[in-house]
């Protein structure tokens, strides 16, 4: 008679914890970079309500100068620094005659921290729209934003 076999041998058990553990390290990266861009949106969306109000103050103004100073926008800008979360600070500044965004994350995400800046391009008083492109920032870099947002 012959013993009929039970279970699993040594080898086929180290095989399949072999599998497990090179899909682990291929999967837990990219999962990683996944939850970290999932929990910046929430500093780029900081920066939504500062954008509208900066926009219709320059709308009603046409000057830097005027936007800064707005009842509308000050308030949108306490709004997005109250925000909590994953959202350190958002400010708004004229450099070089742009208007500047600039958001930046809490340290939560991997003890990494990173920067959204967008800014309306040569802001002139001849120009009545303004158009906001991603300038620079550091979560780029890290896989959490792109230049088309």
């Known amino acids: 008679m012959k013993k009929q076999q039970t279970g699993f041998t040594l080898i086929e058990l180290m095989i399949v914890v072999a599998i497990i553990g090179i899909l682990a390290a ?3 990266p ?3 970079t996944y939850t970290n861009k999932a929990k910046f949106t929430e ?3 900081a920066t939504s309500s500062l954008k509208t109000a900066v926009e219709v103050a320059w709308s009603d103004t046409a000057s830097s100068a005027a936007v ?3 009842p509308t926008v000050s308030s949108a800008l306490a709004q997005a620094n109250n925000q909590g979360g994953y959202v350190d600070g958002v ?3 004229i450099v070089s005659n742009n208007l500047v965004i600039t958001a930046s994350s809490a340290t939560g995400m991997n003890a990494t921290t990173a ?4 800014q309306a391009p040569a802001v002139a008083n001849t120009n009545p729209n303004l158009r906001w492109v991603t300038n620079s920032g550091s979560c780029e870099a890290l896989g959490w934003c ?3 947002q």
């Open 115 to 118: 920067t959204y800046i967008i």
């Open 68 to 70: 800064l100073i707005d």
């Open 30 to 32: 990219a999962y990683q």
């Open 146 to 148: 792109s230049a088309k």
């Open 91 to 93: 400010t708004l500044a």
């Open 26 to 28: 291929i999967a837990l």
């Open 43 to 45: 500093v780029i969306s």
